[in-house]
Structure formats: structure tokens, C-alpha cells
């Protein structure tokens, strides 16, 4: 598959973001469920699920890793693979301090969980707008 400039990357590297997107904003959603519904069992599996996905973030790195040893990835394709999986990981990143905040100090109020959404410029709109 190729992406935006002529960029190309393997249909396994292609599974493996859509996969890490679509965890991703189960994740993110889950963040909303957690403040909507204050249920704390909710909480900790969404503080699981974010284990299993730096677990996977992780094992996706590896396999790039070998892809790039093999041949099968060009470094130009390389460099925004691991990038893209950077940033994923920082949205997680981001959903694990709001995890924490919510373990430590109780559920936090939609008010104050938009405004770190904001400060992390994670322009989400359908999440925002659904708290």
C-alpha cells in the first residue's frame, strides 16, 4: 500500500496502525465511560487495556524492526512508521496520567479532564463534545 507521497508500506505495517488506531480511541472512549458512568471497574481495565496496548505498540516495533532487516521496509517509510507509532503512544501516554489522576484523587469532573484533553492538544472533538 502507499501512502500520501508515494510513500509505501507493507499491508502488515497498514493491519498493525489500524489496529493501534482503532484501540486507541476504544481507549479514548473509554476515558468518556469512565467519567460518565464513575464506575471504577471500568477504570481498571481501561488501566489494563493501556498495558496491553504499550504491550502491542512494542511488539509492532519489533516486527518493524525485522521488516526493516529484511528488506521489505524503505527507511523513508521506516521513519514515519515508527513516528506514527510515537504518537500513538503519546495518546496513551496521555490516557494513562488521566487513569492515574482518576485511581489517586477519585473520578474527575468532565470540566477538568476537557481541559487536559485541550492542554494536550488532542483536538477530538467527538470525545470533547461527548463529555
Not at 521506516?78 to 495518546?91: M, N, P, T
Amino acid at each position: 500500500m502507499v501512502i500520501r507521497e508515494g510513500i509505501p508500506f507493507t499491508e502488515r505495517a497498514v493491519r498493525e496502525l489500524s489496529t493501534l488506531f482503532a484501540r486507541a480511541i476504544e481507549l479514548l472512549e473509554c476515558v468518556r465511560d469512565v467519567i460518565l458512568t464513575q464506575n471504577r471497574i471500568l477504570l481498571h481495565s481501561m488501566q489494563r487495556e493501556g498495558q496491553h496496548y504499550e504491550e502491542l505498540v512494542n511488539e509492532y516495533a519489533l516486527f518493524h524492526q525485522q521488516r526493516l532487516i529484511e528488506g521489505l521496509c524503505l527507511p523513508k517509510a521506516s521513519s514515519l512508521f515508527v513516528a506514527l507509532l510515537d504518537y500513538l503512544q503519546g495518546i496513551t501516554g496521555h490516557i494513562g496520567q488521566i487513569a492515574d489522576k482518576l485511581s489517586r484523587v477519585g473520578i474527575l469532573t468532565r470540566k477538568s479532564v476537557t481541559r487536559h484533553f485541550q492542554r494536550c492538544h488532542l483536538h477530538m472533538p467527538w470525545l470533547v463534545s461527548s463529555l
